[in-house]
């Protein structure tokens, strides 16, 4: 590894999802803190198109949101996704033209020195892996330190320092929670326990769980936590145009409302959330703000039916709004304008609610399980999150304009900022080092 700053290459795995996730959130992130420690970033997507021999097709090529039209084109898709990958696969440089308009796109942009693409790579590196066991080797044109993987994936680029987050282990600690293989995810952990030259993970609730459950040295995995970038025009924003945005686009007053924001799915609890609200007597209005994922109709059903029955539109349920997506801006000015952010999650490794909301100095209300008490330390009302009662309470105390609201914000406000970038930077630079020191993994299996 050179003696400058290290070139890191960071997946574009969560990166390219039509919808963002948590770990599209760390990726970007990763970039901008990588960036601002001085190194080289380059990011390494796997989309499914070819290098053209046209620097201009390449770059319309990966900023095509559509897949590759014609009759056999999915088969074509599909087929090239299921091939193994024996001999890795290339990657090639996307020249950005400056042809393509991106204006619009960029102000939540990973950062980057330079964007490559290996086709299909992670489609058929998953492929290559459940059929032999084995990661699929990238061959990398550009400069490559150190390979930050973002995800468990079965990719590595020979020569460079493989690192790889696992964020945590909720497929195996709460199986009936996710639609994730049990049985190939445990054994692709395993794999990278075995083979990764590092381990990082986000907390130290998720540390523990990968020493225990995955039996890895303790010394071959850091807990570097993360950090939260939110752009200064948001956190500048003056307070009466929030006031106006939330007014306008969600139909509630600033400081006058409770807020829940992800995927409505069984880990984030909401089916409990809508239970508790509903039999808490709070007069001001739940929002929710996040996508129908898997088993919605489960955490949606008390919901749905008090709201088939003969309470008026003015009763609870009438009172709790669900907007299955905002902009990142004013999804900004939600939770700015909340009176406090209800996050009952049943397990996380991190739990980016809790830190987005406390720098923001919005009250948290979040569970006591998993990882976000850890996060949120005594800055947030903390509460069982198996019981009903429990957030029933935490909803009254938040529902009022008490001091202890205003108390919870300040300790909020400090709270975040033990996760600024400067310290993710500096958790990053000692792992860097650590790595330079040691020498690089065997680069077969």
Known sequence: MSQQQPTIVIDGFNLALEKGT????????????????????????GKPFRQAASPLVTDIRFSDARPPAGRFASLRSSLAASLPTPFGLNSFQVPLTGDVILRGQEGHA????AIWNATNLFNRAAAHFWLTGTFTNVRHKGPADIAHWTYPLPVRIPG???????????????????LDDKSYYLRLLRKIVQTADHIVTVSETSRRDIIRLLDCPEDKVT???????????????????????????????????????????????????????????????????????WQWEQELRLLESTRRSSISAGGPAGRI????????????????GARATVFPSLYEGFGLPVL??????????????????????DAALLIDPYDVRDIAE????????????????????????LFSSPRHANALHNLHQLLERAPAKSQRG
Do not use: W
């Open 22 to 45: 948590g770990v599209a959130t760390y990726g970007r992130n990763l970039s901008f803190v990588c960036r601002e420690m001085g190194s080289r970033v380059d990011l390494l997507y």
């Open 394 to 417: 935490a909803l009254r105390a938040m529902s009022t304009s008490s001091p202890d609201i205003l108390a919870r914000a300040a300790l909020g406000l400090r709270r975040g900022e």
């Open 223 to 293: 807990n570097t936590y993360q950090s939260v970038a939110i752009p200064r025009n948001l956190l500048d924003k003056p307070e009466e145009q929030v006031a106006s945005e939330i007014e306008g686009a969600l139909g509630v007053t600033y400081k006058g409302y409770l807020l829940f924001y992800g995927a409505i799915e069984p880990k984030k609890n909401v089916g409990r959330l809508i239970e508790a609200y509903l039999t808490s007597g709070v007069d001001i209005p739940l929002v929710l703000i996040g996508p129908l994922a």
């Open 110 to 113: 990973p950062k980057a020195d």
């Open 160 to 178: 460079a320092r493989n690192i790889y987050t696992i964020h945590d282990l909720v497929p195996l600690r709460l199986p009936y929670t996710t």
């Open 356 to 377: 987005e909301s406390m720098i923001l100095g919005t009250p948290v209300v979040t569970s006591r399980e998993g990882a976000t008490a850890e996060i949120a330390g």
């Open 321 to 336: 709004r669900h907007f299955d997506y905002a902009p990142f801006s004013l999804l900004v000015s939600a939770i700015r």
